[in-house]
């Protein structure tokens, strides 16, 4: 089985007098521990994991911990939000990305232009969801935090991780052009579906099974467009 070790840890602040202002030594703090968060995550799990195992990792404080957060599950929520905004991130690059190549003088049929359409959407569906599983064996912490060790953080950490689980669909839907309720409910389901395949290659740390699910999702998500399903 093939595993990735979680991303390295922000840098630390340099020893003695320096020029950072007090806001930027919270932020790179604040840094540090969210990424120490994630270490701790793959590692030992959200229920075995303590805040001396997050400042070991950080090298940081006690005191500047609580300075900026209340709890192992506040630093867990800021490391979550962290991980949501790197998701997002990439897949922004991704939908930014797009070619711009256009068809043919030829292509002014009605069917041809449902076939361009479908084309255009299967692409972008493959590019963004080629993105989203890179972005996940890239950061393997911060993957499962996001993930995996969510449910064990208890009942406002799932209902955040259940607000990113809309947001993802509605992009989704917005990226592919859907616009029928048939459609966003399709894409609603592809979020969720991806996320259950997903998960167990994330909780054992295999990067290779992860990539795997790529050919087959893409292939059904081109069938759906086919079907019409999709609405586009």
Excluded: N, W
């Excluded at 962290?82 to 930014?96: D, K, R, W």
């Excluded at 917005?174 to 969720?192: K, P, Q, S, W």
Aim: hydrophobic share 45%; charged share 25%; net charge neutral.
């Amino acid at each position: 089985m093939q595993t990735s070790e979680p991303g390295p840890t922000p840098r630390r602040l340099p020893r003695g007098r320096h020029a950072l202002s007090r806001a930027e030594v919270e932020r790179v703090h604040r840094d540090r521990l969210c990424g120490a968060m994630a270490q701790a995550m793959a590692e030992k799990g959200f229920v075995g994991t303590s805040v001396e195992d997050v400042l070991k990792r950080a090298r940081v404080s006690r005191q500047s911990f609580y300075a900026l957060f209340s709890s192992k599950l506040d630093c867990f929520m800021a490391a979550f939000d962290q991980a949501g905004l790197l998701l997002f991130l990439q897949l922004e690059a991704a939908m930014q990305g797009e070619g711009g190549e256009g068809g043919g003088a030829g292509q002014g049929a009605a069917q041809g232009e449902g076939d361009a359409a479908e084309g255009d959407a299967a692409e972008r569906f493959e590019r963004v969801f080629t993105a989203y599983l890179e972005a996940l064996a890239a950061e393997p912490g911060y993957a499962r935090l996001f993930l995996v060790e969510v449910f064990a953080a208890g009942p406002e950490a799932v209902r955040r991780r259940t607000r990113v689980q809309r947001d993802l669909a509605a992009s989704l839907a917005d990226l592919m052009g859907v616009t029928g309720d048939a459609g966003r409910f399709a894409c609603e389901v592809i979020v969720a579906a991806v996320s259950s395949m997903v998960t167990p290659a994330v909780a054992a740390g295999d990067m290779k099974a992860l990539r795997a699910i790529r050919a087959p999702v893409i292939e059904h998500v081109r069938l759906l467009l086919r079907s019409g399903v999709m609405d586009v």
